[in-house]
């Protein structure tokens, strides 16, 4: 499988201070890849670089172009969707307006609203809401509106930040399984930052481990998940 | 495939051997050597200038209590200002008091302005307090000028005051005593500032700027700390109104119109908000920055001023307070 | 009872002014998420250019479109040069960045015209309308424009896509940027827009109060004070309040004994105060619903 998403040295700051330090991450196409570790680990700052929301040093490619220092609108273009922490909804606009926000960056008013039509057959009880204030919605609610903005992009790569955040765990299978039916029928690869160690692994192939800044491990995702000994000294369980 | 990141010892920040704290004690020592040997070493009209340059950076204290610390936008404070002013004035002119009893009598009125006004602008956030903090800073002018209170405040003639002379028979004239009073009511005032903003309720007013809803889920009162500060934050201002028409002996409504109260949030943020020793370059910015502009070009003296504004706050966005903390950064970490 | 009558007409005549500032004042804040104190002073400065075009003999609605099309441009230039400095900064370095605006514009107008006042043509003339002495031809047109303006903005904002992406990036930029929106480009955008209102309603106003660089000092006061009663977030609000206003000052002169001229400003403040300490979010504002 060819890698959709290559990071090789990636250092991030924040200001003076250096969070990152020489990260080398990859996504393959079409697969699921997840990055663990605890809080302030530096999971959320890994993705913002990727998205070119800090200021990063090293070398980022996708899809073989070289992605690093570019703006994080040009970023966006190119097929990479990032779903942020706490969902970034724009709360007084509609449910159907978010999703139309999703879409601004594409042509073509017909395919746009098929697309509409779509992410509403993915998440139901957003169509239900579709006039709503969006900032009125539950938490899960909004988690759903998130990916469905991002699903507006059409995009080839999408970054999860914390999806099961704030959610109970019902909401957070269906959820799960609906990213899961997005990576195999929409062809979305999917970068996945998660806390929640157990349903990540489920989830992903590969996975990665960051503790402080820096990676520690990295490996199949059934590797992490089935080794005892990593398990508790890593994962908590 | 298993690394742990080394840890390293907490390093010690130090120029020249000595410790921030220490750098701190002895700028301070420096600041009072100067500030005893002005009186002497300046002509009349410098001392005069430097005294109204405190007066204003006391003012511009309050404001930063309220603005800076408890996160209430106001473009009001011209209006605490003129009642501190005029209470001084019409205790000394129209009931003879000396002018000592006037400072604590502006505090107090102050004060209780400040908190009733304070009352109902807890409903009011960001946008919605800043009109109506400007529309207490136009409104008192006109109340001072109307002929309801003529008889009390002069109307638009304003009151002149006399000014004092130094007491005991101390061998110091007019302006070096009135620099005198004022630089010994700045340090009470700066300090009571400083022990304030230090403390839990300076924590609270801080927790309150920051996030008010996690605040009051911590048990602060909220509405209470807000009104309160209000208060003390007129106080502040009042008592600088007082001082500055002592020293000027002169007060006017028309010098205090909303002009002074966006000069004074000028000078706030120009010294860096939240900043205690920043508000002394607000004043001596308050002070001195219109002057340069008119000296450089009288006709396009507004022009100047919004230049040398805009200079500044490209410069220093987080006005001298900000830039101070870069640059003691920046040395601390040569080592 | 005519008193009555007569009074709210004459308010309703001024307060076409204050709706026309409100309505500007309100665009920029659905723009960028904050008031520009210095609104007041581009229209000024823009109606001076007007008026300049027109002594060089531009016939007035050319120069009309003319200064729109430049006040737009100089908006999005000062978005883009004087102010994409202070990105990223507090809040409060913004005001004093408008603060200084202000300055900048009130001294360079009265230096370049000088501060003695001049007239400006009205393009809907003087007389009667209708044959009616209750509403003049000019107060007429300014309404009309108002609503016009009004109108082509709510449309604007809430059937396009580019209202939306401004509304988006005013709201969240950061979201917006995740969204593949050039968030600077639609802040200068709004800022064109404002800019370009603002000259509409500086050369609105000017027939009326007269030319001269302080004119909209109080009128951006009225302004403000008549978006933040009708609510922010609500254009139509704005309009609307801004009429309120006009009203309002006109009654609490006339039949306030203690408000002489000198305090209807103060009065009708004090009562704008009033109104927000009821209801904070302005009669026809929505107060913004978020989640703990």
Redesign the interface.
């Known amino acids: 499988m060819s890698k959709l998403l290559e990071a090789r040295e990636l250092c991030a700051f924040y200001g003076p201070t250096q969070v990152l330090f020489a990260l080398g991450l990859n996504v393959d196409e079409g697969g699921i890849t997840t990055l663990l570790g605890a809080n302030g680990a530096g999971k959320t700052t890994t993705l913002r670089s990727l998205s070119g929301m800090c200021r990063t040093s090293g070398e980022i490619r996708f899809d073989g172009k070289p992605i690093a220092g570019r703006a994080t609108e040009d970023i966006v273009r190119l097929g990479i969707a990032h779903v942020p922490q706490g969902r970034g909804t724009f709360s007084r606009q509609t449910v159907e307006e978010n999703l139309q926000i999703g879409a601004m960056t594409r042509r073509g008013r017909a395919a746009i609203a098929s697309d509409v039509e779509r992410v509403y057959g993915y998440f139901p009880r957003l169509k239900e809401r579709r006039t709503q204030q969006a900032g009125t919605l539950s938490g899960g609610e909004q988690q759903m509106l998130a990916v469905g903005r991002a699903m507006m992009l059409r995009p080839r790569l999408m970054l999860l930040d914390e999806p099961s955040f704030g959610l109970a765990p019902l909401i957070v299978e269906e959820l799960f399984g609906i990213l899961r039916t997005l990576n195999k029928s929409e062809k979305v690869s999917m970068l996945l930052v998660e806390q929640n160690a157990s349903l990540a692994l489920d989830l992903a192939d590969h996975a990665y481990l960051i503790e402080t800044g820096r990676l520690v491990m990295e490996g199949p995702a059934q590797h992490l998940r089935d080794d005892e000994n990593i398990r508790k000294a890593y994962l908590g369980y | 495939?298993?690394?742990?990141?080394e840890t390293r010892e907490p390093p010690v920040y130090a120029v020249a051997g000595m410790t921030l704290a220490q750098w701190k004690v002895i700028l301070l020592g420096l600041g009072l050597v100067v500030a005893c040997v002005i009186p002497f070493a300046l002509k009349n009209f410098y001392i005069f200038q430097i005294t109204l340059a405190i007066i204003y950076a006391i003012a511009i204290l309050g404001l930063n209590l309220l603005?800076g610390f408890n996160g209430q936008?106001s473009l009001g404070h011209s209006a605490f200002y003129a009642i501190g002013a005029y209470t001084a004035a019409i205790m000394m002119e129209n009931l003879g008091i000396s002018y000592i009893w006037t400072l604590p009598a502006a505090a107090a009125v102050c004060f209780v302005f400040g908190f009733l006004f304070g009352l109902?602008a807890l409903?009011?956030?960001g946008?919605?307090l800043?009109?109506?903090t400007?529309?207490l800073a136009?409104?008192i002018p006109?109340?001072l000028?109307?002929?309801?209170v003529e008889h009390w405040t002069g109307g638009v003639q304003g009151i002149v005051i006399i000014k004092p002379d130094a007491p005991f028979d101390l061998p110091l004239n007019s302006d070096q005593w009135l620099y005198v009073l004022t630089v010994v009511v700045a340090i009470v005032m700066y300090v009571c500032a400083t022990n304030l903003v230090q403390s839990r309720t300076g924590r609270a007013l801080i927790a309150i700027r920051d996030h008010p809803?996690a605040a009051s889920a911590m048990g602060i009162n909220v509405s209470l700390y807000k009104s309160l500060t209000f208060g003390v934050s007129a106080l502040y201002t009042g008592v600088a109104g007082a001082l500055g028409a002592i020293a000027i002996a002169f007060v006017a409504p028309d010098s205090f119109t909303f002009v002074l109260a966006?000069a004074l949030?000028?000078g706030?943020?120009?010294g860096g908000?939240a900043s205690i020793p920043g508000t002394l370059v607000g004043g001596l910015f308050v002070l001195f920055v219109p002057n340069i502009a008119e000296s450089v070009s009288k006709?396009?003296?507004?022009?100047?001023?919004?230049?040398i504004?805009?200079l500044v706050?490209?410069l220093m966005?987080?006005g001298a307070a900000g830039l101070a903390r870069l640059l003691t950064?920046k040395l601390m970490?040569r080592r | 009872m005519e008193l009555f009558l007569h009074q709210v007409l004459a308010g309703l005549a001024t307060g076409g002014i204050y709706a026309c500032m409100a309505l500007a004042v309100v665009m920029i804040y659905q723009a960028i998420d904050h008031l520009n104190f210095a609104q007041g002073e581009m229209a000024m400065f823009s109606t001076f250019i007007a008026w300049q075009l027109i002594q060089w003999g531009i016939p007035y609605w050319a120069a009309f479109v003319l200064t729109i099309g430049i006040s737009f441009i100089a908006g999005v230039l000062i978005d883009r040069i004087v102010l994409k400095p202070l990105h990223g900064q507090h809040i409060l370095s913004h005001v004093v960045a408008f603060i200084a605006l202000l300055s900048i514009f009130n001294s360079t107008a009265g230096f370049i015209w000088d501060w003695t006042i001049k007239s400006f043509a009205s393009p809907f003339g003087s007389g009667q309308l209708f044959g009616q002495s209750l509403i003049g031809p000019h107060d007429a047109g300014m309404m009309a424009v108002t609503l016009v303006m009004l109108v082509f903005l709510y449309l604007f904002f809430r059937h396009t896509r580019i209202g939306l992406a401004m509304r988006a990036a005013a709201a969240n930029p950061e979201s917006a940027q995740l969204a593949g929106i050039r968030v600077g480009w639609m802040n200068a955008l709004g800022w064109g827009m404002a800019a370009a209102i603002g000259s509409v309603a500086g050369m609105l106003i000017a027939p009326v109060v007269f030319l001269e660089p302080n004119m909209m000092l109080s009128i951006l006061l009225y302004g403000f004070a008549g978006a933040v009663v009708g609510g922010l977030t609500s254009p139509g609000g704005a309009v609307l309040g801004g009429f309120a206003v006009g009203v309002i000052e006109n009654l609490a002169g006339t039949y306030i004994p203690v408000v002489g001229r000198e305090m209807k400003l103060s009065i009708a403040l004090c009562i704008i105060v009033a109104v927000l300490c009821v209801k904070p979010s302005g009669l026809f504002g929505r107060p913004v619903v978020t989640r703990v």
């Not at chain 2, 495939?1 to 990141?5: A, D, E, G």
């Not at chain 2, 000028?145 to 309801?148: A, G, L, P």
């Open positions: 495939m298993l690394q742990r990141p603005t936008f109902p409903r009011l956030e946008i919605y800043a009109l109506a400007f529309a136009i409104a006109q109340a000028k109307s002929s309801v809803v966006v949030f000028v706030l943020v120009v908000i006709g396009l003296a507004g022009a100047v001023y919004g230049v504004l805009l706050i490209y966005p987080s950064a970490q």
